[in-house]
């Protein structure tokens, strides 16, 4: 089976940098999601990991370490637009998706 | 634009009758949908994978005569929620994936059952 973790909720100030951590345990997947989701809406694709390093996509970067069984999200130069919730999801070959619990993330001014 | 058209986006019903959700991929044609469920503040839940021409494939614990899916042809798929209680309020949410990396979202339906 599968099995992923991330923090439930997290805290931060406008203009500030924010890492939002993603801990999973599998036999094996094909790449790693990011979506960002608010509230009643449906979720929205921010990257995609593949390799291990870190894919910069303007203000948010994603990072991911196979052998460690982990990834983050990096938020910068937040916004309060981007009090959401962040969910991870891992790719299973493309079969379907797997989706960590999510965290709330309030940008506060 | 929107790849993925679901519908409706709201719906309130009376207990005991049957909801239909459609998800449409609108420029690509999808073999395979899936349907999650979302209850407030948790992450999405997937409840079945949706596969043109064949049965549903349901996660453990779905009542596949409860949520009933159709995926008639290679452009849509619908989740019928049948007689409907109030505990299946909730957010339904259609996927489809173009390319076998790239996932798409429907807008999402929110059932709710009075």
């Known amino acids: 089976g599968q099995n992923i973790d991330q923090p439930t909720e997290m805290t931060a100030t406008e203009g500030a940098i924010v890492q939002i951590n993603c801990t999973y345990q599998t036999s094996g997947f094909n790449g790693l999601f990011w979506y960002q989701q608010h509230a009643g809406e449906a979720p929205t694709f921010l990257s995609y990991?593949?390799?291990?390093g870190l894919e910069e996509k303007g203000r948010f970067s994603s990072f991911l370490s196979r052998s460690k069984g982990y990834s983050y999200l990096l938020l910068k130069e937040l916004q309060m637009k981007d009090s959401a919730s962040y969910l991870c999801?891992?790719?299973?070959?493309?079969?379907?998706?797997?989706f960590g619990p999510g965290t709330r993330l309030s940008v506060l001014p | 634009g929107a790849v993925v058209s679901q519908h409706p986006s709201r719906v309130i019903c009376k207990s005991g009758t049957s909801v239909k959700i459609e998800c449409r991929s609108l420029?690509?044609?999808?073999?395979?949908m899936f349907w999650y469920r979302q209850f407030p503040k948790q992450s999405l839940m997937l409840m079945a994978t949706s596969n043109e021409g064949s049965k549903a494939t349901y996660e453990q614990g779905v009542e596949k005569d409860k949520f009933l899916i159709n995926h008639a042809s290679l452009t849509l798929s619908t989740l019928t929620v049948a007689s409907a209680h109030p505990e299946d309020s909730s957010f339904y949410i259609c996927s489809a994936i173009r390319s076998n990396t790239e996932a798409f979202f429907g807008q999402g339906t929110r059932l709710t059952v009075v």
């Open positions: 420029d690509f044609q999808a073999t395979t």
């Open positions: 999801a891992l790719d299973n070959y493309g079969q379907n998706f797997v």
């Open positions: 990991n593949v390799l291990d």
